[in-house]
């Protein structure tokens, strides 16, 4: 019997192969985009959740409770220590420092070493660090191997990378030009699915050749962003208590008002990866927004099925007598129509698994991930395959199963079904107003984000970011960095180097307190500090809007502010600040402002413009940046690396064009418009197929009122009409229901913005005029052939 | 074996009921041969849907077999039809998608009859017609005589004992026709199968041993 079903299921669809392609690709792009989906969500869910105790894991946090809250997933690096010695709540605490951007040595012979750089940096670790995560090592001892100082352990790759098939233990590696590490073990190449991707971990005990403020227990005062806490608590339900201890910690280290403003506090590790509010690099809001796009596209899919099961369902209506006649019960009849659906969404499937293998690495390459599909080894993914299809399946096969089953068998004999009896035409417009929506929520998505995308590209920053390149500058030595600005200053290319420590905008920034003139106490909001050279607001093309530049000076003796500042100060004009002193980190003496700069963005549009101070530093200079004139671009290029790589022959060169760093800010925002471009492209194609199938059913319908109709006179336009006139209706509806949906998801969208576009009206009309046009053609054609149709042959087979 | 009682059936039109059947009162004996005739419109193939229980009337008792067609169950009625009535029609209505064989085959298949089983059947029937030989071609690549037979092995092979066929003749020529209406008699005679036939041919009618003349829904006495 099921044979048989499948049989005469694999007959119709040959012999109705535009409605099987149509079903067949159109339910496959939607399954395919779920697997693709379940996939990366899959996968993001599973951050840090290979670790045997990763629910007694914490970390420690920092917030500063002031007029404007601060998050930070770093603490004061001494809190670990200090935790550990008075508390004993952990079963182990370690502290990490992360260095991004590591320069690794290796020496070759004598006199040839050879540099690699690593991004993803290095990490001073205490040695508990491994007793509470589980990277296993495939070389050396886990309990002493980080013990000793000058002591490594690298990753299975980079071990590798550096010495080939030789055995790394033992062997000596050089970070920065500055230590050097033995390397006493080897790590098994760290997975994926972690926030922890550094590679190289070194002995804690060597932080003070880097970093001797870091690695001092009194420095409790700032946080550096790579300063992190770990703890392995005895028991899940510490953490209030841990909490607590953190809070007398506080009372103890801070004094004054700062015992009120700071605040530690555990974040559970598997909140580490989702939470931005310290760094979590994804967002649940979004994995729940893609996997209802997901969803959707299931849903549309199937639309489509129903929409074209019920409209062949006239055609199948013979056969359906038929089997009445021959002794089939309307429950078999339903069970060979799922059976049908069965082996088309069976179909669908396969054809899915192999688009979702043509999408993944294009999916990979947005998200910089490696998910791999495996299909048999993942059994999470095979249950929801197969639970997909039997949804898919029930979903698409059940209505017109039902449909058809119904008929009467002596009325589908005689080919005297109808309309009436088929019914649910006004299902199928519920449906396809439904695919309309989709397509234009994700339409006006679409349009919102490339416009605030467009606005952020174009406009003025406050500054100029074109045809300015910034080089690192690795050594504090200061005679090195003034060769090398005298040097480049002789190129002919460039008309501008100014040194600072970073580029108006900038992913790196420092952030202070201050107090202003004679007012009593700081300030409770920070300020950003700028190092840079007198030569910084030409070089960038920054505007004075008040005072002078400060005089080239290597010691900040003058400074600037920007507008923000005078108007957190709630100061009327920027001439009041002039020569009035700040007093900045704790600074008793103050300084001078010389001059008030316009305002520029610091960060995305995502931040506000925070107050600034920019003041010369020689000692905090870590970029340089050169301005670079239009024409013979190359040889300028090979002039500047040439000059850099004499002064600093120990080190690595690269350079970055401004322009394109700054493009990186909007990296994740990239992703999502280039993400809800293709789900509004799948969706569309989807929408259009089941349009077609819908107006071909019409078309079959309406042959007697066409022919008729033709036969008294009507013309080609007429008759286009009738279906324009069904159509548009429905678009119009569909677009009442997805605007204000659109209106309120992108308004929620746009918040994350503190600079951005107004939700304009000509956005929903072009949404709306893109699915209009996408209709006309989907219609067009299939219409256009029934008006065309001869009325004679239409009516005779009445 | 069949016994129809005061049978009605109206349709409703705006205010006016229009009678297709009007009390048709009907008794057929297993064996018979019967056939029906009358002009268009008189209600031929509605009784005939009535006594395949097709179609439902208005008004009116039907006993099959001994048991109240509308008292008994679904599922009885169900099982009643599929055990005991084949349906052959002029149209001859075979599945475009499915060969001569499986076309033969499918009501067995509805009867849950075991696979070994339903061939030997099959093949037996394609024997009995003559159309081994075909059993592997689909319906339009048969000429419309051809089709019938295969309607007829198609309405036989699951052993009916009422076989009820709507102007099984219609469609074909005179020949073909009259090979279709030996094949009646035999099954008739030699397999005693009842036999009830609507048509418009006195001469085919004559294959009857009884001709019941409807004229506007009524039996004419």
Partial sequence: MIRNYFKIGWRNLKRNQSYAFINIFGLSLGIACSIVIFCFVSFQLSFDTFHQNKDRIFRIVTEWHDDEAGYSQAVPSPLGKAFRTEYPLAEQTARVINYNDALVTIKRNDNDYQKFKEETGFTYAEPGYFNIFDYPLIKGNKTNFLSEPNSAAITEKLAHKYFGDADPMG????????????????????????????????????????APWLANDSSWGGVYSGSQCYLLLKNKADAPKVNQALTQLVKKNFKGRDQNVWVFRTQELADIHFNTLFDGSSDKKYLWAISLIGLFLVVTACVNFINLA????????????????????????????????????????????????????????????????????????????ILIGVLVTFLSGSYPGLVLARFQPVLALKS????????GFSLRRVLVVTQFAISQLLIIGTIVIASQMHYAHNTDLGFNKQAIITLPIPQKDKTKKTTLQSRLSTIAGISNISLCYQAPAANSNNSTNIRYDNRAEDEHWGINMKAADANFLTTFGIKLVAGRNYFA????????????????????????????KIFTNGDKKGVPITGVVKDFYTYSFHNEIPAICIFPDNDNYTKCAVKIEAGNMQATMKSIEKIWNETYPDFLYEYQFLDESIAKFYEL????????????????????????????????????????RKVLGAGIGNILWLFGKEFTRLLLIAFLIAAPVAWWAMSHYLEDYKTRISLQP????????????????????????AAMANPVKSLRTE | MIRLEKIYKWHNTGNNRVFILKDINLTIQEGEFV???????????????????????????????????????????????????????????????????????????????????????????????????????????????????????????????????????????????????????????????????????????????????????????
């Fill in chain 1, 762 to 785: 000509w956005i929903f009309l072009l949404a709306i005029a893109c699915t209009f046009l996408i209709a006309a053609l989907s219609v067009g054609y299939r219409s256009l052939r």
């Fill in chain 1, 669 to 708: 925002d990239m992703t999502i418009l280039e993400l809800i471009q293709g789900f509004a492209a799948i969706a569309i194609l989807i929408g259009s197929l089941g349009l077609y199938g819908l107006v071909s059913f019409m078309a079959v319908r309406k042959t007697k009122e066409i022919g008729v």
């Fill in chain 2, 35 to 221: 056939s029906i005739m009358g002009p268009s419109g008189s209600g031929k193939t509605t009784l005939l849907n009535i006594i395949g229980m097709l179609d439902e009337p208005s008004e009116g008792r039907y006993d099959f077999m001994e048991q109240d067609v509308y008292r008994i169950r679904e599922k009885q009625r169900s099982d009643l039809y599929k055990q005991n009535i084949g349906f052959v029609f002029q149209a001859y209505h075979l599945i475009d998608e499915l060969t001569v064989y499986e076309n033969i085959e499918t009501p067995l298949l509805y009867q849950n009859i075991k696979t070994s089983e339903r061939q030997a059947i099959v093949a037996d029937m394609l024997d009995r017609f003559n159309i081994v030989g075909k059993k592997d071609l689909f319906p339009v690549q048969l000429s419309g005589g051809q089709q019938q037979l295969v309607g007829i092995a198609r309405a036989l092979v699951a052993k009916p004992r009422l076989l009820l066929a709507d102007e099984p003749t219609g469609n074909l020529n005179s020949k073909q026709g009259e090979e279709i209406m030996e094949i009646f008699r035999k099954i008739n005679r030699e397999d005693g199968v009842t036999i009830i036939q609507v048509t418009h041919s006195e001469k085919n009618a004559a294959y009857g041993q009884r001709i019941i003349h409807l004229l506007d829904g009524r039996i004419e006495k």
């Fill in chain 1, 310 to 385: 019920t409209a062949q369902a006239l055609n199948r209506s013979k056969e359906v007598g038929i089997r009445k006649v021959l002794g089939s019960l309307p429950k078999q009849l339903f069970w060979q129509f799922i059976a049908e659906t069965a082996l088309i969404t069976l179909f669908a499937v396969v054809l899915a698994i192999g688009l979702a293998y043509l999408l993944m690495p294009y999916v990979n390459s947005l998200f910089k991930t490696q998910i791999k599909l495996h299909l048999f080894t993942n059994l999470p993914l095979l249950s929801f395959l």
């Fill in chain 1, 416 to 423: 005297k079904l109808s309309q009436k009896h088929i019914g």
């Fill in chain 1, 171 to 210: 062997k000596t590696i050089r970070i920065n030009n500055k230590t050097d590490f033995i390397i006493k073990g080897v790590l098994k190449d760290i997975p994926e699915n972690t926030e922890r991707q550094e590679q190289i971990y070194v002995s804690y005990q060597n932080l003070k050749d880097q």
């Fill in chain 1, 553 to 580: 000076s290597d010691t900040t003796r003058e400074v600037l502010v920007n507008e923000t500042f005078v108007k957190k100060l709630n100061l009327k004009s920027p001439e009041e600040v002039i020569g009035k």
